[in-house]
């Protein structure tokens, strides 16, 4: 079974920047399109950022070209660099495989933008 923990969240002012990373546990890591997720207060978790083994990206159009997601096959992690943030951006943020079937869901790291 793989784990995924998410790190990196926390306070920012609107404009600044955060990094989030992923680390997953468990063996064919690299062999899966990855995603961010993030799911605000009273809404649906939605995906922002995915990254196939490849290398190949997507964004939704909220995020792009203010988010930027890669990942290290070796390391296992993936990341999501954010930047000119938006209150709107306020969010808990997961990472998780692209599947029908996903792994199960980490305890996510709080973004809060505010000032």
């Known amino acids: 079974q793989v784990q995924l923990v998410e790190s990196g969240g926390g306070l920012v002012q609107p404009g600044g920047s955060l990094r989030l990373s992923c680390v997953a546990s468990?063996?064919?890591?690299?062999?899966?399109?990855m995603g961010w997720y993030r799911q605000a207060p009273g809404k649906d978790r939605e995906l922002v950022a995915d990254?196939?083994?490849?290398?190949?990206?997507s964004y939704a159009d909220s995020v792009k070209g203010r988010f930027t997601i890669s990942r290290d096959d070796a390391k296992k992690m993936v990341y999501l660099q954010m930047n000119s943030l938006k209150p709107e951006d306020t969010a808990v943020y997961y990472c998780?495989?692209?599947?029908?079937?996903?792994?199960?869901w980490g305890q996510g790291t709080q973004v809060t933008v505010s000032s």
């Open positions: 998780n495989r692209l599947s029908a079937i996903t792994w199960s």
């Open positions: 468990g063996s064919f890591f690299s062999m899966w399109r």
């Open positions: 990254i196939a083994s490849g290398g190949t990206t």
